[in-house]
C-alpha cells in the first residue's frame, strides 16, 4: 500500500483500510485513486515507486474493495457504537482531509471478499479531518487541523424516529466463502502436508479471494511438492494460477517449462480473469527468463498482434508491454494506429469532484477540460522498448502524436514531465546521426502566460488582526472581476492554481474555502513562514565538497537523494548520493514571499479574500448581483 493512515476491524474479523493515492499521477496509466482495502492474509496491494505501480487487476495483486478517487485519507473507524441507524452502525467511516469529508463507506458481503458503495457523511468549510472515534454515549467524535491549521473536536449526534439500538453480527449468505478462503489462509506461511491438496482444488476459483489465497497457500510449501501436479493439470483456470505460483517461486533455470505450458493456451480461447492472468504469467517468465524463453514466447504474442486491439483496455496494455519487450515484428505500427485513436477520455476517478463539488482540484479540473491521453502515454511508454524496425515515418508519427498530447491534454502535476521523460528516453534509442531531426519535434504546453496587471494602491502593510477586521466589515457584494484580477495582480497565480487559473508550483487553492477558516487562509499568505507543508519544503544539503544544494526532495533511498531544484520543472532532478552530503535540514523560509498583499488597497484585498473563498465561482454568495 502507498500511505494507510489507519485501520478497522468489521463484526467478522476482517480488516479495512483507506489507502492513498499519488495526485501527481493524475492521468497517466499508472494512477491509482485513493481506495478502500480489504486486507487479507498475503495481501499485496502492489504499490511501487513512480511508474512501476502496478495495475489492480494483477492475478497477484490484490485490487481494491472501492475505488474513491483523489483525495487525502486520515483516520477510520467502523460505527459500531454509534446510537445512528443500524446501516450506519455498520458503516466504514472513512475521513479525507483534503476535501473535507467523512464518507460513509457501506460494505456488502461479495465471495469471500466484499463490494461497497459510499456517500458523504460529514463535509463542509474548514474541516480538515484527521481522525475520528465512536463515543461512550453513542456519538461520533472527530478531530480537524494539521499541517499547522487550528484544531477543533465535533460531535455528531442522529435526531430521527429510526430504531438505533446496537446492530448485532448477522450470518450472511458468504460465510462459507469467507471460511474458505480463511482455511486457506492458515497454510501462509506454514509447510503444512494437507495444504498442497487444499490449494490445488482452488487455484481456479471463480471467486478471485479464494484463488489469491489458494496460490499464496501453495507458494508457502515446497516447490517439489506441487510443481509436477501443476505442469500436468488439464483445467485451464487452474493451471494458469498454478503457471504463475512457479513462475514467481522457481529458480530462473525453470522458467522454461513453465512458459512452454502456457503458450498451448490461446488468447482468444480464455475467459476473462484468465486472459490477464495469463499475460502477467508471460510477463514474469519473459523477466526471470532468458532468450531461451523469449524464443518460446514471442510466438504466442505474434499470434496475439493478428487481433490486436482487444475490446479491454488492460489486454491491450498488458499485450502493449509484451510486443516491445520481445521486439514484436509489426507491433510498432499497430501500436502507432491505436495511440493514435486515443482522443483522451476522462478517467473513472469515483464520484467524488463529479458529484460532490464543481469546484475541485487544480489536476481534476484540467481532466475535466482537456481528458488526459491515458492509453497513448502508456503505448509511448512502452515504444521506448522497441529498439529497431522502425521507419523514419513512424518515428516522426511517434513524436508527433506526443508533442500533441502534451499540447492538448491536460493531467496531473507530472503529467508533462511524464511525457518528456518518455520522449528523452526515446531520443537515447535513436542513433546519435539520426537524433537531431525527431528532437525538433519538441513537447510545448499550451501557455497561459500574460502580463501581471497592476494594483490600483495605494497599498499598505497589511497584518493579520487588520485583515480579520476588514473581512469581518465588509466580505459582501464583492467584485468577482476584481477579485480574479488581484489574484494576478498578487502574483498568486504564478506559483497557486484556482481552477483554470495559475501553476501548480505551491499548494492548490480551489477548495482552500472549503478546507480552512478564515483566519487560517489570511495568516498563511501575511506569514508564509509560520507554517510550511512538508510537502512544500524546501531542503538545504551542504556537500562534502561545500557545495550547497536546494530543492524539495522527491525521492530517498540507503544510496542516495533526488531533488528537484527548479520548481518550474519538477521533472529535472539533481542526484546526490549519500556519501556526497555533509549536512541537510529543511528550510524554515518559504518559496512563498513577504508581503504579497501590502500592494492592495482595502478593497483590492478584500475582493481577492472573496475570489480566494469562492473557488473562482462568480455565483458565491459573497459576491453582488
Not at 497584518?463 to 468577482?480: I, K, M
Not at 484585498?605 to 473562482?616: C, E, F, Q, T
Amino acid at each position: 500500500m502507498r500511505n494507510s493512515f489507519d485501520l478497522a476491524f468489521n463484526q467478522q474479523g476482517e480488516l479495512f483500510t483507506y489507502d492513498s493515492d499519488m495526485e501527481w499521477d493524475l492521468g497517466a496509466p499508472w494512477y491509482r485513486p485513493t481506495r478502500i482495502c480489504h486486507l487479507v492474509s498475503g495481501g499485496e496491494f502492489g504499490w511501487r515507486g513512480d511508474v512501476a505501480k502496478w495495475p489492480a487487476y494483477y492475478e497477484d495483486s490484490c485490487g481494491a474493495v472501492l475505488n474513491i478517487g483523489p483525495g487525502s485519507p486520515t483516520g477510520v473507524v467502523f460505527g459500531y457504537g454509534a446510537k445512528f441507524p443500524a446501516k450506519y452502525q455498520r458503516a466504514f467511516f472513512a475521513c479525507d482531509w483534503t476535501f473535507a469529508a467523512i464518507y460513509a463507506v457501506h460494505l456488502e458481503p461479495h465471495g469471500a471478499s466484499y463490494r461497497s458503495r459510499f456517500e458523504e457523511f460529514v463535509g463542509g468549510r474548514g474541516l480538515p479531518v484527521t481522525d475520528l472515534a465512536i463515543g461512550s454515549d453513542g456519538a461520533m467524535y472527530f478531530v480537524v487541523g494539521g499541517r499547522r491549521l487550528g484544531s477543533a473536536v465535533y460531535r455528531v449526534r442522529y435526531q430521527g424516529e429510526e430504531n438505533v439500538a446496537p446492530v448485532q453480527p448477522v450470518s450472511d449468505a458468504m460465510v462459507a466463502a469467507r471460511e474458505t478462503r480463511r482455511a486457506l489462509e492458515s497454510h501462509h506461511g506454514l509447510e503444512d502436508p494437507l495444504a498442497v491438496s487444499r490449494a490445488l482444488e482452488h487455484l481456479g476459483d471463480s471467486d478471485r479471494a479464494i484463488r489469491f489465497a489458494a496460490r499464496v497457500a501453495l507458494e508457502s510449501q515446497p516447490v517439489d511438492s506441487w510443481q509436477t501436479e501443476v505442469l500436468a493439470e488439464q483445467v485451464p483456470a487452474k493451471q494458469i494460477n498454478g503457471l504463475l505460483a512457479l513462475a514467481r517461486k522457481v529458480d530462473s533455470d525453470q522458467i522454461d517449462q513453465v512458459a512452454r505450458r502456457l503458450v498451448l493456451h490461446d488468447l482468444g480461447s480464455l475467459g476473462d480473469w484468465q486472459r490477464l492472468a495469463w499475460l502477467r504469467c508471460l510477463q514474469l517468465c519473459v523477466a526471470r527468463g532468458n532468450d531461451s524463453v523469449r524464443r518460446v514466447v514471442r510466438p504466442a504474442l505474434e499470434r496475439a498482434l493478428v487481433k490486436y486491439p482487444y475490446e479491454e483496455v488492460a489486454v491491450n496494455r498488458e499485450l502493449a508491454r509484451l510486443f516491445c519487450c520481445l521486439q514484436v515484428d509489426g507491433a510498432t505500427e499497430q501500436m502507432l494506429v491505436h495511440m493514435e485513436q486515443d482522443k483522451g477520455k476522462r478517467p473513472t476517478l469515483g464520484k467524488v469532484g463529479f458529484e460532490r463539488n464543481a469546484k475541485y482540484s487544480e489536476s481534476v479540473r484540467d481532466i475535466l477540460i482537456a481528458a488526459p491521453l491515458i492509453d497513448r502515454m502508456h503505448d509511448a511508454q512502452m515504444l521506448v522498448w522497441m529498439k529497431s524496425g522502425w521507419s523514419k515515418n513512424q518515428r516522426r508519427r511517434y513524436f508527433q502524436l506526443m508533442a500533441d498530447a502534451v499540447q492538448n491534454s491536460k493531467g496531473g502535476y507530472w503529467y508533462v514531465d511524464f511525457w518528456s521523460r518518455i520522449r528523452s528516453a526515446a531520443l537515447e534509442q535513436i542513433p546519435e546521426s539520426s537524433r537531431s531531426e525527431f528532437a525538433a519535434i519538441e513537447l510545448v504546453a499550451a501557455s497561459q502566460e500574460t502580463e501581471l496587471p497592476t494594483p490600483e494602491g495605494p497599498g499598505r502593510k497589511w497584518t493579520t488582526e487588520e485583515l480579520l477586521d476588514a473581512v469581518s466589515a465588509g466580505l459582501q457584494d464583492r467584485d468577482f472581476a476584481n477579485g480574479q484580477k488581484m489574484y494576478s495582480a498578487a502574483k498568486c497565480v504564478t506559483c497557486h492554481r484556482l481552477g483554470t487559473l495559475g501553476k501548480s508550483l505551491g499548494p492548490e487553492l480551489t477548495q482552500i474555502g472549503e478546507r480552512f477558516k478564515i483566519r487560517d487562509i489570511i495568516e498563511a499568505t501575511v506569514l508564509p513562514n509560520k507554517a510550511i507543508s512538508d510537502q512544500y519544503a524546501v531542503n538545504v544539503f551542504l556537500t562534502v565538497d561545500g557545495n550547497v544544494v536546494t530543492g524539495r526532495v522527491i525521492s530517498r533511498d540507503s544510496q542516495s537523494v533526488s531533488i528537484a531544484t527548479n520548481l518550474e520543472r519538477p521533472g529535472e532532478l539533481t542526484r546526490l548520493a549519500s556519501d556526497e552530503i555533509e549536512e541537510s535540514h529543511v528550510s524554515k523560509v518559504s518559496t512563498m514571499p513577504k508581503g504579497l498583499l501590502d500592494g492592495l488597497n482595502r478593497d483590492e484585498v478584500l475582493d481577492l479574500i472573496a475570489y480566494l473563498i469562492s473557488g473562482g465561482d462568480s455565483q458565491h454568495p459573497v459576491f453582488g448581483r
